[in-house]
């Protein structure tokens, strides 16, 4: 129960980790970010790319200072949903983890954290996002 | 008498005086708690639909922005723009702002989109050869996209953030409820109680020493009246003795 105030703060960037598709997409909107190490603020999920790199990513990603919210598709998020959970559980308010659907699999919200916790206090939400409970 | 803990303070007017400014306080701070309660629920019951809302936006725009890059793919005619893409992120083009918003004393963070147009330059001259147009409609649509993610980021932190205070919040009202304001109350119904049966205990004993007080007066009396009689008993000098002629 940490009582935090929150300051103003601009130029804060957009973690992102997902499929190739949606990378680029975001990339191409222009929220991509490399720092003068080669440090990305993003990362193509594919078959190649080891779980054990994903979440140690999204711990870099979650540990940045300059970053607000970290998007994650929810195939990647199901890859390293105990680190997710973990994460959204603590008291850090910042950054943000947001799953959203990848290209491939449809959106499954009650796999999301946040929307189990939304579907709790109002038992509609579900319905509405077209799930049967 | 429930939770005292055992020690009780002395029953005195100074400690119930005490007391009761603590009951005051308690109550006061419950009622202005509960307020607060009350206001960050009906804040964050609004908040549940907009979740709920923007949700679906979101899921219909990445949507959107799905087809438009396959659209783009195929523009593009083989170009391998996914991989060029990646390579030319340098510097965002879009950014966020946080500053802080207030509900009943909460700050609750609040995102927003900065978009920088110098940056946006370098986007623009790419797939030039071949399908430029079709990229920069992919582009707008994954701005959309973000910008949709970005305020479902806002009102997901807010949600968290209330979800947390209102916890908080209801655990300082039923704590003070249940635990604080009757327990005060023992306390203060347990200093009045002493204080009258000392009452009671002062006014017997000063009924005891007045009846005792009455008692010792009686007997005094009896006393005095009794030396008095004795006093006023006939001396033989003042006895008329028929023997004495004169």
Not at chain 1, 26 to 35: C, K
Not at chain 1, 56 to 84: G, N, P, Y
Not at chain 1, 91 to 107: F, G
Request: charged content about 30%.
């Amino acid at each position: 129960m940490v009582k935090t105030k929150f300051v103003t703060q601009s130029d804060m960037k957009i973690g992102l980790i997902g499929d190739e598709d949606t990378v680029t997409g975001m990339l191409l909107a222009g929220i991509g970010h490399v720092d003068g190490q080669g440090k990305k603020n993003f990362l193509v999920v594919d078959s190649k790319v080891h779980i054990k790199d994903i979440e140690e990513h999204f711990h870099e990603l979650t540990a940045r200072k300059d970053i607000s919210m970290i998007l994650i598709t929810q195939d990647c998020a199901e890859l390293i949903r105990r680190a997710v959970d973990e994460f959204s559980h603590s008291a850090q308010m910042i950054p943000t983890v947001l799953e959203i659907p990848s290209k491939d699999t449809p959106y499954d919200p009650r796999k999301d954290g946040v929307m189990q916790r939304v579907a709790f206090f109002m038992p509609s939400a579900m319905a509405s996002l077209g799930v049967e409970i | 008498m429930s939770s005292a803990g055992g020690q009780r303070p002395a029953a005195n007017r100074m400690t119930l005086q005490t007391f009761k400014a603590r009951l005051g306080g308690a109550s006061k701070g419950f009622k202005l708690l509960k307020k607060k309660r009350d206001a960050l629920k009906s804040r964050f019951q609004a908040l549940l639909k907009d979740i709920v809302d923007t949700k679906l936006k979101v899921g219909e725009s990445l949507k959107d922005g799905a087809f438009a890059l396959a659209k783009a793919h195929y523009a593009s005619s083989g170009d391998d723009i996914a991989s060029s893409i990646v390579e030319r992120a340098k510097k965002p083009s879009v950014t966020t702002k946080m500053y802080p918003d207030n509900v009943a004393g909460v700050s609750i963070p609040v995102f927003k989109v900065l978009r920088n147009a110098s940056q946006e330059a370098i986007a623009h001259t790419m797939g030039v050869g071949s399908g430029g147009a079709v990229l920069n409609a992919t582009r707008d649509t994954y701005l959309k996209a973000v910008e949709c993610i970005v305020q479902l980021a806002s009102l997901q932190t807010a949600f968290h953030t209330l979800d947390e205070e209102i916890k908080m919040t209801s655990r300082r009202v039923n704590a003070l409820e249940y635990v604080l304001i009757p327990r005060i109350e023992d306390i203060i119904h347990y200093i009045t109680q002493e204080m009258d049966e000392q009452a009671r205990e002062e006014f017997f004993r000063v009924k005891k020493v007045v009846e005792k007080k009455k008692v010792k007066l009686a007997k005094e009396k009896e006393q005095a009246e009794k030396n008095e009689a004795a006093i006023d008993a006939p001396s033989i000098l003042q006895k008329k003795d028929a023997d004495i002629v004169f």
